[in-house]
């Protein structure tokens, strides 16, 4: 059995407020904002963007990843609005499994006002009923407080629990892996 994916056109979702929709070079300038955030970025197992020609490289990349079919990520935007407040989607996707890896970041204005949570429940949504996944997993900073309550109210269980995994401000950090399988029918 092979999962559904099929990213072109590039699938735009909507949800009561948001508007989700493929990351572009005008998203260059809003997404080095957060992703050059210390703050922010302190549990992401990525490097803080030194410049904007390095988020532009990341925005080809998954760009690349979307027309391969190895991950899928969209801006959050208001309805009405451009801006992007940040991305969400599928960081990794496993084929052979059924299984994807959920992704998010949110441009720190926004925090607290369920953003995230209605951005995951569209992509969730997508992923259980359009491309068919049996299964979506987040790995999370052991640190990520937020992250991990914003995983369990989205239903995923807190399945494993891993010393040193993530390598992230040279140093080996705890990570928790969630998981939430596909609703029976």
């Not at 949800?15 to 989700?20: A, D, G, H, N």
Request: with cysteine; hydrophobic share 40%; proline share 3%.
């Amino acid at each position: 059995m092979l999962l559904r994916i099929k990213f072109e056109p590039f699938p735009e979702l909507s949800t009561e407020r948001l508007f989700l929709r493929r990351i572009s070079m005008a998203d260059a300038d809003e997404m080095f904002l957060y992703r050059s955030d210390k703050e922010l970025m302190r549990y992401i197992p990525h490097r803080l963007a030194g410049s904007k020609r390095e988020v532009e490289a990341l925005i080809e990349e998954i760009k690349g990843k979307a027309d391969n079919k190895e991950a899928i990520h969209w801006a959050i935007t208001l309805k009405g609005s451009n801006t992007i407040l940040g991305t969400v989607g599928f960081v990794r996707i496993n084929d052979h499994h059924l299984r994807a890896e959920l992704g998010y970041m949110l441009h720190t204005p926004q925090h607290g006002k369920g953003v995230m949570e209605e951005a995951c429940r569209a992509v969730i949504d997508y992923g259980f009923n359009v491309m068919k996944l049996h299964s979506i997993e987040a790995i999370v900073n052991h640190e990520n407080i937020a992250s991990k309550k914003l995983l369990t109210k989205l239903g995923f269980s807190n399945d494993a629990y891993f010393k040193d995994y993530l390598y992230l401000g040279g140093r080996f950090i705890d990570a928790n892996v969630y998981s939430l399988i596909t609703p029976v029918k």
